[in-house]
């Protein structure tokens, strides 16, 4: 049984073999007549609707569950839920606030789990990522991707993936919010360059991507005013993309226009936002046709 908590999970060959399934325009029933419960602490747009249309091109019945509803370790512990959704579906797909829940979830090896964003760690988003990147310079490998601001969960995934591929990670953060050694031990575990710095224009210099998030994550939200205080520098907008040439953008939404992007950024010819929007339901595709059909 396969758990994908983070993009590391996989093996390099295994994230090849996603990302060509989720390219492939002939998808394999492997869920006909079977669910997928989707739970969510969290608000969503991209991942909820992502994760039913694949479900659904995989030929199966998702069921989408408010974290609220279930009451996650309130109503029932996440062990009970997990152990009762087992006996429902054939996989198990949650966002989370705190990582240790999919970990928990993951743990009983119950049924398949799939992260779908934790306050560590974004993997389908990241699968998204490195697949609109591919589908925009044919390959990952000696590319530069600089990301801009808060180094957070999408971070992590990013840089996981871009380097399993073989590219190059610049992430420009305020000292106060960049990785720790541990972070930065893990990015490089897969043998991936990564180099932090302070100043974005230093990171976007040369680049083939610049990537951005928002500055204040889901939960962060008390943090928010100081937050936009020590990323003032970090907006990616027309003066940093000038900088950067003719580098694409990628931004994994919901964007704060006007806060760490501009409108400009967002709309302009070199944005593939929408593009990356929609990869994420080939990649979620390509990841559960692996997880679910080819391993079952
Ligand atoms: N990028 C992303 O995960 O978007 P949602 O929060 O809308 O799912
Ligand atoms: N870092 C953001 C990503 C949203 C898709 C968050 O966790 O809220």
Redesign the pocket.
């Known amino acids: 049984m396969r758990h994908l908590l983070e993009i590391d999970d996989l093996t390099v060959d295994e994230l090849v073999h996603v990302l060509a399934l989720a390219q492939s325009d002939d998808p394999p029933q492997v869920l006909a007549g079977k669910g997928m419960a989707l739970v969510f602490e ?1 608000p ?1 747009l ?2 909820r609707n992502s994760m039913e249309m694949a479900v659904f091109q995989l030929g199966g019945h998702p069921v989408y569950i408010q974290g609220s509803e279930v009451g996650l370790d309130d109503r029932e512990s996440v062990e009970d839920v997990t152990n009762t959704l087992a006996g429902f579906h054939a996989a198990l797909g949650a966002r989370v606030f705190e990582h240790d829940k999919v970990e928990r979830m993951a743990a009983l090896d119950v049924i398949p789990v799939v992260n779908l ?1 934790s ?1 560590a760690a ?1 993997p389908m ?1 990241a699968l998204a990522d490195v697949l609109t990147i591919i589908e925009e310079f044919g390959s990952v490998e000696g590319r530069t991707i600089a990301y801009v601001g ?1 180094s ?4 992590r995934s990013l840089g996981l993936a871009v380097g399993m591929l073989g590219g190059v990670l610049r992430i420009a953060s305020p000292t106060d919010y960049s990785f720790g050694e541990d972070d930065l031990a893990r990015l490089r575990s897969t043998g991936g360059e990564v180099h932090t710095m302070v100043d974005p224009y230093e990171a976007v210099d040369g680049c083939d991507v610049v990537y951005s ?2 500055f ?5 939200e008390a943090e928010s005013k100081i937050r936009l205080e020590a990323f003032a520098d970090y907006q990616v907008n027309g003066d940093l993309m000038r900088a950067a040439g003719d580098a694409v953008f990628l931004h ?3 964007a704060h226009r006007g806060e760490e992007v501009t409108d400009e950024v967002v709309d302009s010819p070199a944005s593939r936002v929408w593009k990356l929007a929609e990869n994420r339901m080939h990649a979620a595709r390509g990841y559960l046709a692996f997880a679910l059909g080819e391993l079952a």
């Open positions: 969290k969503s991209r991942t964003l306050d974004h988003q808060d957070n969960n999408v971070t998030d928002v204040t994550s889901m939960g962060q994994c939404l919901p």
